[in-house]
């Protein structure tokens, strides 16, 4: 992200930092922000099952449960991205805002929660756009294409 102040060009490049309560609400917002990506209907018809997993107190579940870690990536004063591991086996959700996507930000935050994801497999359910970032971050494709409760993913392994 780039601010402008008076001549100067100033850079925020993005912190990835550990997620609060505080970021619950923000953190539930990016992830609807991109929620077209995985919903099957782009307006999330079908989906109101998954999306209730997704809300601001859910969010507040996860970063309270112990069993989940969870990383917030902030540029300025706004989250664009957020990144969390369950039960040391899982990548439970791995999210750049569209504005961000293609810089680094999910490959920054891969390497910075791959050391807490110490179970065998690792899994992941993978919106289809995002197969191929998995993929280099050395996950397989585990199975075919599941469509349910209104999501579209891919199951993956490494």
Not at 121 to 150: C, H
Request: include cysteine.
């Amino acid at each position: 992200m780039v601010t402008t102040m008076s001549n100067k060009t100033k850079i925020i490049q993005p912190v990835i930092r550990e997620a609060t309560l505080s970021d619950a609400q923000e953190i539930s917002e990016l992830i609807r922000s991109v929620a077209h990506y995985f919903t099957i209907d782009p307006a999330g018809v079908g989906a109101e099952r998954f999306l209730q997993t997704i809300t601001p107190e859910a969010i507040a579940g996860y970063i309270e449960n112990d069993d989940i870690f969870y990383l917030a990536v902030v540029a300025g004063e706004s989250i664009v991205g957020v990144g969390a591991v369950k039960n040391a086996s899982h990548l439970f959700h791995l999210f750049v805002c569209e504005a961000y996507q293609g810089q680094q930000i999910a490959r920054r935050m891969w390497n910075q929660l791959a050391p807490r994801l110490t179970g065998r497999p690792v899994t992941v359910n993978s919106t289809l756009a995002a197969v191929p970032v998995y993929e280099k971050f050395g996950f397989k494709i585990a199975g075919s294409k599941v469509e349910r409760d209104g999501i579209a993913f891919v199951p993956m392994n490494k």
